[in-house]
């Protein structure tokens, strides 16, 4: 093996690395935050301040007793996890975090930062993570449970569509930027306008922005959208029957799709790793020329996880029939005539 | 050779996935073995160096369409299917019938053994072509679907737009009553 497959391979294996640390930060960060937000401490009492928190979690989840119901699906009740968390970790692979580097003059040629780069990558990504209702649905079917069966429905309902915005929202970039490739999507969002406004794509495409976010939340089915797992309506939905690890792996493709989310909607609106703030500051060429533009996209990916969990304890759950409406006679149009605009003006100006 | 081995696996998925798809009693098990053999095909659309056609084929079909057929067995709560009697009232039982579709089958084997007997005439495979990477790209795909194959295209969405209208004037009348 040369040395440039071995940085790759190291390479895919820190992306790894970084997904199973998200879910447990999140984990952590989304109990502290909530906890603020409600005037109270959250989790304090394993380590300090509590950080150590998520490993007492996964200790006792991994302890606990597997249970089965007698009259589940044997196969599909094992695979429903599985199938879970795999499209989570699936959908991340063509997701770039950093910029070409050759590791301070390690490589003679450039390396991106990211486990893998195809020319049609955001298909990829939009692919894998609508795999990802399989894992839901399976889990509210083979358990034999009707609250479980409810959330599984729900679930395939909701997922379908919302997939319609996420997609139309995701297109308007596509044909601004004229390319499937994410890593080549972020590189034409480099540079300024008039020397101090960021050329990121949310500027151009506010109203694509909204939509995505809004349907990415629905997409992971995260509050005020998480009518699959509705605790005041059906105990804990299609997850109901779990327990111990094949439960653990439902929140944990949780909080690895919404690492993805905020992933794709850093790459695709908010630049990537090109500049830190919306505006420019003298902090951006010493990020392009330090190689630093990982932290600053990583920056931004907690920014976005941020707003994510501040909504859950903000906005209260919708009633199931305004969720359908909305999606499909609000969001979905809205969609449909932004990216005929954005259509209309990417032809006119090549024109 | 790993090529090879690939494609093999892909196609030994593929075959073995769609025929449990018609041997499971189960009509859920079945949805998920046909999304199986979608996935083998997809990568066999890859081998071909088509990754468009490969991730569309996920998006549409795995993605999209096998949700609403799962949506739909769910719902049913379609239970497991016994063996049917033999019903010989029943119009399909028809000796006719039975040997008409025993003549469609024949005419499958032997196109299925033209086709293969053709393949030796093929100059190159498919991956080797210099134009390869230009065939399967998503410019190339939409300059062709818009130029040669426009009737189609647009007449392919005329169908569907048809079906939608249809189904929505059955599911109007169902309610109504």
Known sequence: MDLRTIVQLIVIGITFFMLINASALLVLAERKIMGFMQQRYGPYLVGPHGVLQPLADIVKLLFKEELRPKGADKWLFTLAPILSVTAAFAAFATVPWGAETTLFGLLDKPIGLGAADVNVGLLVIFAITSMGVYGIVLAGWSSNSKYSLFGGLRASAQMISYELSYATSLAAVIMLAGTLSVREIVDSQAGTWFGFIQQWWIFVQPVGFVIYAIAGVAETNRAPFDFPEAEQELVAGYNTEYSSVRFALFPQAEYINMATMSAVATNLYLGGWHGLLPFYTPLDPLIEEYGLGWMAFLAKISGFLFFYIWMRWTVPRYRYDQLMSFGWKFLFPLSVVNLIVTAAIVLYLNA | ?177
């Open chain 2, 1 to 177: 050779m790993p090529e090879n081995v690939i494609f093999y696996a892909f196609a030994a998925l593929a075959i073995g996935a769609s025929a449990l798809v018609i041997g499971q009693r189960n009509p859920m098990y079945s949805v998920l073995l046909l999304i199986a053999s979608f996935g083998a095909l997809s990568g066999l659309y890859i081998q071909l160096d088509a990754p468009f056609v490969a991730v569309a084929q996920i998006i549409i079909y795995a993605g999209a369409i096998m949700v609403l057929f799962l949506f739909v067995v769910m719902l049913l709560n379609a239970p497991r299917e016994d063996a049917a009697e033999y019903d010989r009232s029943h119009p399909l039982a028809h000796p006719g019938i039975g040997r008409f579709g025993a003549l469609l089958a024949t005419l499958l084997i032997v196109q299925l053994v033209w086709a293969l007997a053709k393949v030796g005439e093929l100059k190159a495979p498919v991956g080797s072509r210099s134009d390869a990477a230009t065939v399967g790209s998503v410019v190339e795909m939409g300059r062709v679907l818009f130029t040669r194959h426009t009737f189609a295209f647009e007449a392919t969405s005329v169908l569907i737009l048809v079906a939608m209208v249809g189904a929505v004037v059955l599911a109007r009348r169902e309610s109504e009553q």
